[in-house]
């Protein structure tokens, strides 16, 4: 290979390291979900899209479609809420089922209907993108997964390619074959050296530390945060103590929407995302995720860098085979994985 | 003064599609210990999983009069039952004083100064938690780990703590120790139902005792009693 333009090997580093920012975000999320449920979180890439999707159909001063979905999610996750829980529900826990799951999503709609014509402005409306988008986890894991929740890693994944197939084909129908881009959150460039650093590229990077060191601070200090370590590390003892592992389930999809949307809303500016394009963004961060095994944090954010980097590269050197070298990264590191490790036997 | 706290009534339960627990009836009074010996695969376990509800089970569970056999394993934490399994169950990757911050669940809502009470009472009875108390519980010992799985059930502060084989594995020094803190447990008014293989500190420590084989009560008395019944002597205490 011929000696690398110092200019284009920077510009090809910050395009990895925002990709990778992103990536890391999503496999964060992947490897919470997993390690407290045991989905593997296929539909994480339709949050991305839905997100980044809701973000520009505001900005175009219509109503998302989205916003729907969530009202008929959040009346589905009720209903089935009710006739779960029918013979434990008491006036509390009634209440705040209704909360969740009928008055957030009307509120939604509410100020959804206000102020998606007016143009409210980017922050505004990157806010009510989140809020429209983000509760469609929690409600997808009350209304697909925990009903199952004891069931298999592969019946869950089963599950989970389900609810994938199902939210791209309805992206399809709110969002159109046609893809958008949203607004940028900052038109400012700076320029450091030979290098210009767009705005939108810092708020990924700063956005991305910021979740990360609210979610080590979450885990690190709160009870709720380490009851949720907790059911990960053994549901059974979680039980024992009277940790509800149903709703530190929805906790944790509830983080990994709210993590998936706002990627969408990140990227919106940069990529024309298209009603499917969360899938591959999503499997990046999956193949992050597994070259940690799905349960290392650090191990996965390592990865997604490596992910975002080697794929901004290889869509210089080698555009046309720039996916077959992400994706073919992975197989050296599955059998590597599986000659290290010891085989493990599946919980029953 | 004896109100009973736990009562079941011909309680059945499988245990991997095989009848383990069979019409079972039995009592536990407040501040009174009752233990439960037998062979392996008797069915104590099942029988202690089954009042937790993390097994299913037919039969009656009243728990302070209340029927809780519908409830799941959450809502009868929540009522004051605590389960120390066999297996432990702790959070190995969580540090000891977290483990026991999450024993603490029940009554998040009361505030950090119950908490900080609620931790000193439990470093009082095992004062070697205390000095554990930011080390890892993956990397205790197994005497430790017993103290812990105990520690954390005492925090949620129940009125029926279940103790499934606490001396499985342990020496007998730590085996002394942990007998004595289930005697003190009582003298606070806490109902213990203890399962046990090692009959003879059982029904030293108990007041009444119950021996199950295959699924049924075979035997039921007095613990005094049964340590004296010969066949109790010739099955589970050997000669001596």
Redesign the interface.
């Known amino acids: 290979m011929n000696s690398v333009d110092p200019t284009i090997f920077l510009i090809l580093l910050q395009d990895g390291i925002v990709n990778g920012a992103i990536y890391a975000l999503l496999a964060l999320s992947l490897v919470l979900v997993f390690a407290v449920t045991r989905v593997v979180l296929i539909p994480q890439g339709e949050f991305v899209a839905y997100g980044a999707l809701t973000y520009a159909t505001l900005g175009a001063g219509r109503v998302p479609g989205s916003v729907f979905l969530l009202c008929a999610l959040g009346i589905a996750a009720c209903g089935y809420g009710f006739w779960a829980e029918r013979?434990?529900l008491d006036l509390s826990a009634t209440l705040r089922l209704l909360g969740e799951t009928i008055l957030l999503p009307a509120a939604v709609l509410v100020l959804t209907l206000w102020l998606a014509p007016q143009r409210a402005g980017i922050a505004v409306e990157a806010f009510l993108a989140l809020l429209i988008v983000a509760p469609m986890a929690p409600y997808l894991y009350r209304i697909a997964f925990q009903p199952m929740a004891e069931a298999s890693v592969l019946v869950l994944l089963i599950a989970a390619v389900g609810v994938h197939l199902a939210m791209v084909g309805l992206g399809l129908v709110f969002f159109g074959p046609e893809g958008s881009r949203g607004d940028a959150f900052s038109g400012a460039t700076y320029t450091l050296g030979a290098l210009t650093v767009p705005g939108q590229a810092l708020w990924i990077v700063g956005a991305t530390l910021l979740i990360m060191a609210a979610l080590a601070l979450f885990f690190g200090l709160t009870?709720r945060g380490?009851?949720l370590?907790?059911t990960a590390?053994?549901r059974?003892?979680?039980?024992?103590?009277?940790?509800?592992t149903a709703q530190s389930g929805r906790l944790a999809f509830a983080l990994a929407g709210c993590i998936g949307a706002l990627s969408g809303v990140l990227i919106a500016p940069l990529t024309t995302v298209y009603y499917d394009s969360g899938f591959l963004i999503g499997l990046k961060g999956f193949v992050a995720a597994i070259v940690g095994g799905l349960v290392s944090y650090p191990a996965a954010l390592v990865a997604a860098l490596a992910v975002g980097i080697g794929e901004s590269f290889s869509s210089f050197y080698a555009s046309a085979f720039k996916e077959v070298i992400v994706f073919g990264a992975i197989v050296p590191v599955l059998l590597a994985r599986s000659l290290l490790a010891a085989p493990e036997a599946e919980e029953e | 003064m004896t109100d009973v706290v736990l009562e079941v009534e011909e309680l059945s339960a499988t245990y991997r599609g095989v009848v383990a627990v069979e019409g079972l009836t039995l009592n536990v009074p407040a501040g009174r210990i009752v233990t439960v010996i037998g062979p392996n695969g008797a069915g104590k376990t099942t029988l202690l999983n089954a009042v937790m509800g993390v097994l299913p089970a037919r039969g009656v569970v009243r728990f302070r009069g209340e029927a809780i056999g519908r409830l799941d394993v959450e809502a009868r934490v929540r009522r004051g039952i605590s389960l120390v399994p066999e297996t432990r169950e702790l959070f190995a990757t969580l540090g000891v004083e977290d483990n026991l911050r999450l024993g603490f669940w029940r009554h998040r809502g009361a505030g950090a100064a119950a908490m900080r009470r609620a931790l000193d009472e439990v470093y009082a009875l095992f004062p070697r938690l205390r000095e554990r108390r930011s080390q890892a519980a993956g990397t205790l010992s197994g005497g430790e780990r017993q103290m812990l799985a105990m520690g954390r059930a005492l925090m949620a502060r129940p009125s029926l703590l279940m103790l499934d084989e606490p001396s499985l594995g342990l020496a007998p020094l730590i085996v002394r120790d942990i007998f004595r803190a289930i005697a003190a447990l009582r003298d606070t008014g806490v109902a213990i139902l203890l399962v046990e293989q090692n009959a003879r500190a059982a029904l030293q420590v108990a007041e009444y005792g119950y021996v199950l084989e295959t699924g049924r009560i075979a035997l039921q008395g007095a613990s005094a009693m049964l340590a004296a019944d010969p066949r109790v002597i010739e099955t589970y205490l050997g000669v001596g």
């Open positions: 013979r434990t009870l380490k009851a370590r907790a590390v053994n059974l003892g979680a039980r024992l103590v009277g940790i509800p």
